[in-house]
């Protein structure tokens, strides 16, 4: 069985819409664990568009907590490449 490719939408300015369901199924959560770190700052995101041969493409990268789900995204809308990592702790601050 084959899942059904993932189409991202963008609003009149051009910006990606991102689902909170889509996000909280990717990170494996439930959708209102992750309204509440967003409730919290606890969300990050970065869109870079792409350049030369990856002109057309934009890679997504959204970070909640310790992890962070990145898509490559075509010129249609479509996911072409997603994935999810779990990064290491920051290290912790010297106090002074």
């Given amino acids: ?6 189409t991202l939408a963008r609003d009149e300015s ?11 199924e990717r990170f494996g959560w439930p959708t ?12 990050s995101s970065r869109v870079e568009r792409g350049e030369g041969e990856d ?9 909640c907590g310790n992890r962070r789900w990145q898509a490559i995204v075509e010129a249609d809308g479509t996911v072409g490449q997603q994935r999810i990592d779990v990064l290491p702790a920051a290290p912790a601050r010297k106090q002074r």
Avoid: I
């Fill in 1 to 6: 069985m084959t899942a059904a490719a993932l």
């Fill in 14 to 24: 051009g910006e990606f819409l991102l689902p909170a369901d889509m996000l909280a």
């Fill in 32 to 43: 209102e664990t992750l309204h509440d770190m967003m409730r919290r700052g606890l969300v």
């Fill in 55 to 63: 002109a057309g493409r934009w890679r997504l990268s959204v970070r």
